[in-house]
């Protein structure tokens, strides 16, 4: 009897992929087809990461190209402290 395991991955945009990997009805065939499952998944989650962060790279200097250069940088600074009052 031959069986399979299965990996669903759902993008941002709805989009779905399904890694399909068969195996025999045997532990040991299960383990094997766990493993090779678990390095495709890996492989494509991968790529999708160096897209995401090719992406981001390219958003940044695309961002870093509209600034004006005479623009002051600020830090960020520390809220103003309050100061209590006593009543008596």
Known sequence: MA?????????????REEIIVKVDSHLNSLIKGINQLNRSVSQLLSELVERENAREE??????EDDEPEDSPISEPQP??????????
């Open 3 to 15: 069986a399979q395991v299965l990996a669903e991955l759902k993008f941002r945009d709805g989009h």
């Open 58 to 63: 390219h958003e940044e200097e695309s961002d």
């Open 79 to 88: 809220p103003t402290k309050r100061t209590k009052t006593c009543e008596t």
